[in-house]
């Protein structure tokens, strides 16, 4: 028995914690750190503030939780192999597949774009996040591209596809989630990324063995 209250109490614990963490996510979306009180957050996730406090000691320790365990959620896609697929039509999957991350977690973003003006944490997970949008780029284009070729257009749609999302984000806010959903917002990110790098070129050429 006292195994079965160990565990239970773990798992209250647990989903008391993905509560928390839920509640604070829409609450500094929509008003930012400094617009959101510790009170604010115990009241949308329906505990008191001793409660709150029980689970995460400061409004910084809920915020850097809250980055650190939520990062994941924009980890890069890994599409399925086709070979069918020409390299720029593989990269433009990949980069629909991106878009469907930023549209579904588009409070995540915010935050993080927000908190990376002043949280080296945030400029951290920010940076981890984009380079694991370009390794992804490489290794889809690697065995159609010569290698070279592959990371230096990785590379090019890194830093275009984090400007759009930054300007996006800035100029769109809280609508930037329907922005990432619509076919005309789409299409102009798939041609600024075939202006900055023109796969076709390379399509013609064998790639590396």
Known sequence: ???????????????TRKRILD???????????EGTSMRQLAECCGLTDAALYYHFESKQALM???LRERWGCLAAPRPE??????PSGALAHLIDLILDRWAEHADY???????????ALARELYARIADEWADSMTALLAGRLHRDDAARIARS???????VLFTGLQEHGAAFAELARQPAFRDHVHALVRAVAPVER?????AAQ
């Open 157 to 163: 749609v890194r830093y275009a596809v984090v400007g």
């Open 109 to 119: 973003l915010r935050v993080l774009a927000r908190e990376a003006h002043t949280s």
């Open 81 to 86: 192999p086709d070979t069918a697929r020409r």
């Open 1 to 15: 028995m006292p195994y079965l209250y160990r565990d239970n109490g773990a798992r209250r614990a647990a989903e």
């Open 202 to 206: 390379f399509e013609a050429i064998p």
């Open 64 to 66: 850097d939780a809250l």
């Open 23 to 33: 509640a604070a996510l829409r609450c500094f979306a929509a008003g930012g750190y």
